[in-house]
């Protein structure tokens, strides 16, 4: 698995009903300085939340191994925001592709007043502009893992089972962070 080096990472991922439908699933994973995985964050509404028929389709299979926790956003996402305000200081925040659905989380934790007006990441880091500017597909994390040989825990689905999402953005920000061929 790939360890990472930078500092502390916290890299976390959201599912939405549809692009710009309401999130129903959260995942976060925090990285120490060293590497090691110290916090993991899942929540998950159950499956009525879900209409968008693409969604049900391709992303709820994905998410099988993912027990229903909350029964409203609005809990979801308070449990969430206490996560991320445990861990985001001093931490690099990062997701793939965060506009519009982790925008969305960040936006309705302030709106519904469970972080403050400078709680936000600043920055929050983007890996799809990472991507871009190497000159590598910006839309694919598994495609960048997939060419350079970057190894990831195990997890049950894949892509769209937002702990895995999580794992893969953060091993491909630490493999472009550290510059290097292979990652240790």
């Known amino acids: 698995m790939t360890k990472l080096k930078r500092g502390k990472v916290l890299s976390f991922d959201a599912e939405t009903d549809g ?3 309401p999130p129903f699933a959260i995942g976060a994973l925090v990285y120490d300085e060293q590497g090691n995985e ?3 964050f899942v929540g998950r509404l159950p499956d009525s939340a879900v209409t ?3 969604v049900r389709e391709n992303v709820l299979p994905q998410m099988a191994g993912i027990p229903v ?8 996402l308070a449990d969430f925001a206490k996560f991320y305000l445990a861990h985001k200081e001093g931490a690099d925040i990062v ?4 506009f519009p659905v982790e925008t969305t989380v960040l936006r309705d934790m302030h709106d519904m007043g469970f972080i403050g007006d400078w709680d936000a990441p600043f920055p929050l880091i983007d890996v799809s502009g990472m991507l871009r500017m190497i000159g590598a597909d910006p839309t694919s994390v598994d495609k960048f893992v997939a060419e350079h040989g970057i190894e990831i825990a195990e997890f049950k689905g894949g ?14 920000y630490q493999y472009l962070v550290n510059g290097k061929k292979e990652v240790e």
Not at 69 to 76: A, F, G, K, P, S
Not at 95 to 98: D, K, L, R
Not at 159 to 172: C, E, F, G, R
């Open 159 to 172: 892509t769209h089972n937002p702990l895995y999402d999580s794992a893969v953005t953060a091993a491909v």
């Open 69 to 76: 926790t909350h029964e409203r956003y609005e809990d979801l």
């Open 38 to 40: 110290v916090d993991r």
């Open 19 to 21: 692009l710009w439908g």
């Open 52 to 54: 968008n028929e693409w």
């Open 95 to 98: 997701v793939h592709v965060g």
